[in-house]
């Protein structure tokens, strides 16, 4: 989930890196929030916590700010466990530091921390073994593994809580059923999302950019030979 608050400048963390390649001055720096947030999902309303890094800077001296969902984790069987969730968060955010270095980008390398939840949920990762990202996947077919990819995308009504106010948000999830290797496993995603109440004029943003998301991981399942349909918001 990523948000720009000025029109024409980043939405992405890859817009920032195509705006660098073509020769722009690009700063960057990140700061996070973990949010308690609940979703109004089907018949199964539920608390979570969503893991957000924003991005703050400035393109040719022009300020910027996006935010950009890592993961989302529960302590139930609803989605991701957080302790797994911190953990997929971080991993992500490391690519994409990767990503921002390699073209050039200085950022400090700061990392999703919740030591109180990380204590409460100890033992989560050796009970349910290792965490597997969709890129894991990826890499698992590319090493010659048939794998083939259930997407099912849906809009997700659900309220933020701040710490004196509370905000109503749509995310565009995409749940992965994912086989290979003679097992299934879940696997979700947040790829944008839109304050509710200002639906008519954002949703058509927030669904551009959770497109062009999919459209970039589709191309990465084609690169893999992964068995799939495509489908988007």
Not at 16 to 21: N, Y
Not at 109 to 132: A, P
Not at 140 to 145: C, L, S, V
Request: aromatic share 12%; proline share 3%; with cysteine.
């Amino acid at each position: 989930m990523e948000q720009s608050t000025i029109n024409d400048l980043p939405n992405r963390v890859t817009d920032l890196i195509g705006m660098k390649t073509r020769g722009r001055d690009v700063t960057c720096q990140t700061s996070f929030e973990i949010l308690p947030v609940d979703f109004a999902h089907r018949a199964n309303p539920f608390q979570a916590y969503i893991f957000l890094c924003r991005y703050d800077g400035t393109i040719d001296g022009k300020e910027y700010s996006f935010r950009k969902c890592y993961a989302r984790g529960c302590p139930h069987n609803l989605c991701p466990h957080v302790s797994q969730a911190i953990m997929i968060a971080n991993r992500y955010l490391q690519r994409d530091y990767r990503r921002l270095e390699e073209c050039g980008i200085n950022i400090e390398k700061r990392m999703f921390t919740l030591e109180d939840m990380i204590v409460k949920f100890n033992g989560y990762h050796e009970e349910h073994g290792s965490i597997l990202t969709i890129h894991d996947y990826i890499n698992i077919a590319k090493e010659g593994n048939e794998v083939s990819i259930q997407i099912n995308i849906e809009y997700v009504p659900a309220v933020e809580h701040f710490v004196n106010s509370n905000n109503k948000q749509t995310f565009l999830m995409v749940d992965f059923t994912v086989t290979t290797l003679g097992r299934s496993g879940h696997y979700e995603r947040c790829l944008a999302c839109y304050p509710t109440k200002e639906e008519k004029e954002e949703k058509q943003i927030a669904t551009g950019v959770a497109n062009e998301r999919l459209r970039l991981l589709y191309q990465e399942f084609d690169d893999a030979s992964i068995s799939y349909e495509k489908c988007f918001f």
